[in-house]
């Protein structure tokens, strides 16, 4: 199975800053990587495919880079819908499978 | 509007069973592949099952297989979860999940496009 890592686990931010998290790879998974957020209770929502590719209807300041086995998803400017939890997702090989995710909180 | 609306969640005893349901409306569901994607309570996102767009393949996770088992009925629009010898660690919150139409140039079917709200199953003595 391909092992998924995000860092940090954690991280508090304030509204306007620009946020990085990085997601790894146990091995190489080309572009076949997602980023989906979470808001408490809800379902998760597509937000970048492909490692690079901004899902329809999601705001310009998300973007996503990287291929190969290391991988980050950039918020260039916080804004407070913006703070959840964000989960990295290899879509290479079955099993499927997510980072432990990233919980974004407001300093 | 497309939505997804899974049902059939509660509480079991262990060796249990339950089916869930997962609705689809506001597109042409024989036309996707289907996943199931599970989360525990205070717990990451977990990929249970995926099924072909006309029901012919189905991928199972190792923790699952043998004891859950996904179908479809496009005739309804609906996906199904059968869950079967359920255990405590099945406990968690279920999503169904559509993939993105695959096209001659685009074609990510392990990516979830689409979720629907969940359904708990806490399966329990």
């Known amino acids: 199975d391909i092992q998924m890592t995000q860092s940090p686990s954690s991280l508090s931010a304030s509204a306007g800053d620009r946020v990085t998290i990085t997601c790894r790879a146990s091995?190489?998974?080309?572009?076949?990587l997602n980023w989906y957020q979470q808001q408490p209770g809800k379902a998760p929502k597509l937000l970048i495919y492909?490692?690079?590719s901004l899902q329809s209807g999601v705001p310009s300041r998300f973007s996503g880079s990287g291929s190969g086995t290391d991988f980050t998803l950039t918020i260039s400017s916080l804004q407070p819908e913006d703070f959840a939890t964000y989960h990295c997702q290899q879509s290479y090989s079955s099993p499927l499978t997510f980072g432990q995710g990233t919980r974004l909180e407001i300093k | 509007e497309v939505q997804l609306v899974e049902s059939g969640g509660g509480l079991v005893q262990p060796g249990g069973s339950l089916r869930l349901s997962c609705a689809a409306s506001g597109f042409t569901f024989s036309r996707y592949w289907m996943h199931w994607v599970r989360q525990a309570p205070g717990k990451g996102l977990v990929w249970v099952s995926r099924i072909k767009s006309d029901g012919s393949s189905t991928t199972d996770a190792d923790s699952v297989k043998g004891r859950f088992t996904i179908s479809r009925d496009n005739a309804k629009n609906t996906l199904y979860l059968q869950m079967n010898s359920l255990r405590a660690e099945d406990t968690a919150v279920y999503y169904c999940a559509r993939a993105p139409y695959c096209t001659s140039t685009s074609c990510h079917l392990n990516t979830f496009e689409i979720w629907g709200q969940g359904t708990t199953v806490t399966v329990s003595s």
């Open positions: 091995q190489s998974i080309s572009t076949f």
């Open positions: 492909a490692a690079s």
